[in-house]
């Protein structure tokens, strides 16, 4: 995983990704105590494992389009879209189509509070 060193107020690109979305990385896009945002690339056919995040999370296709299990179901995700999940959730993805996703992950108000 990578970082990018951003600070309060400054813009951070998030656009297309074109032939990049053949290579798997994941980079934080802005991390504090309180928030975490970071951007998952999913190739196509490429299965990234079940994960539980601590925290309220949204995950963000923005471009491509991946197969997401949580739930208890499988539900598709295409450019455009975006899906709320529990804290502590288990979810996994799928890369259908090459895919960018913008995950924003919201601490719980009881971990911000003992920070």
């Known amino acids: 995983m990578s970082a990018i060193k951003t600070s309060v107020g ?8 074109g032939s990049e979305l053949k290579l798997a990385q994941l ?20 299965l990234v494992p079940t994960h539980e995040l601590q925290g309220d999370v949204v995950v963000h296709c923005l471009e491509g389009r991946v197969s997401l299990k949580a739930l208890g179901a499988i539900r598709d995700l295409e450019a455009g879209e975006l899906l709320y999940l529990y804290s502590n959730e288990p979810f996994s993805v799928k890369g259908i189509e090459g895919a960018s996703l913008l995950i924003t992950l919201l601490a719980r108000h009881q971990e911000r509070m003992s920070s």
Not at 27 to 46: M, N
């Open 27 to 46: 980079v934080t896009l802005v991390k504090t105590d309180a928030l975490e945002v970071f951007q998952l690339i999913v190739p196509s056919g490429q």
């Open 10 to 17: 400054e813009v951070i690109r998030v656009g297309s990704l």
